[in-house]
């Protein structure tokens, strides 16, 4: 039998995942997809808190803020047309006035960093090796927040200088949350910007440095998502119509293969279950108070509530309550 493409290997998983997990993921866009893939199935997760960060160097400075906080610098914040930004922080965290972004990045950073300090697992998507740094500073910013080129010098991120940057910032997490788990994966989202040339050389570089980390630390992990785009999946229908972002159909393709790498059996058996949940959740009658509907929302009713002191049900609780005549 002819074969007309490479299926990705098995992946021999050195942990599972379980119900009760605990999940933070950063990163980019694939950290918000699997992120919220998996919050949708009822593990705790919070996913990507600080918006889409592309950069390993980014990704360290703001986990250094949750480890070791410190003031918010007067030359990271920038305004813009009325509205105030900071250069380490996506441009959805913003403010009117300066002390409230400050405060609103005090708030986030006190939440997010409190959920890393229990956290089983901490999810990092890299996007690019290439980084914008501010002259004034010389310090990597994570988002340029529209200013003029000028202020920047475009620089492309070594090896070398990733793997420090990495080093420093684990030894801090060994000692907060001695018993994370790290797992990599890199986008195979297209930063056609620096061109497909400079694209390739900054995912080179992204893999060979996770490759690195993973044979050098055991408690951390890859995840291939960019070589299951690239190298299984490897066709134009599999993107959005910008042909560079992997669309619904892909990312479901990615998401099955990490739950049945990573999934312990009693959380597959779960999520099935729950889907029929959510189906029924979704459901929308022609008349929502007749007799079969209001037995219908009954029965879900009873259902969800089996899971009460495994998982929080109080949205969909509420909601079917809310539909009860």
Known sequence: ?????????????????????KILTLGSCFSDVLGNYLAENKIECLANPFGNVYNLSSISSLLEELLE????????????DGVFFHYNYHSEIRDFTK?????KIKALNQSTG???????YLIITLGTS????????????????????????????????QLDIFENIYTKLRIFNPELKIIFTV?????????????????????TLCNTITNRYSDTYYFPSYEIVMDDLRDYRFFKSDLIHPNE??????LDIFSETYFDDNLKIFINYWKKIKSGLEHR??????????????NLLTKIQTFENQIDISKEKEAIQNQIS
């Open 285 to 298: 009658p022609f008349n929502p108070n007749s007799e079969n509907h209001q037995k219908f929302l009954q």
């Open 69 to 80: 906080p410190s003031d918010n610098n007067e030359d990271t914040i920038v305004e813009n």
């Open 187 to 207: 986008s195979p989202v297209r930063h056609i910007k620096d061109t497909l040339q400079l694209n390739s050389v900054s995912k080179s570089i992204l893999r």
């Open 114 to 120: 409190s959920f890393l300090k229990s956290a089983d």
């Open 130 to 161: 290439w980084v914008y740094e501010q002259k004034q500073t010389q310090k990597i910013v994570s988002n340029c927040h529209k200013q003029k080129a000028s202020l920047f010098n475009k620089k492309l991120l070594g090896e070398q200088e």
């Open 99 to 103: 002390v409230g972004l400050i405060e």
């Open 249 to 254: 159909q892909a990312e479901k393709y990615i």
């Open 1 to 21: 039998m002819i074969e007309f493409r490479t299926v990705i290997e098995k992946i021999n998983p050195e942990f599972q995942i379980l119900l009760n997990s």
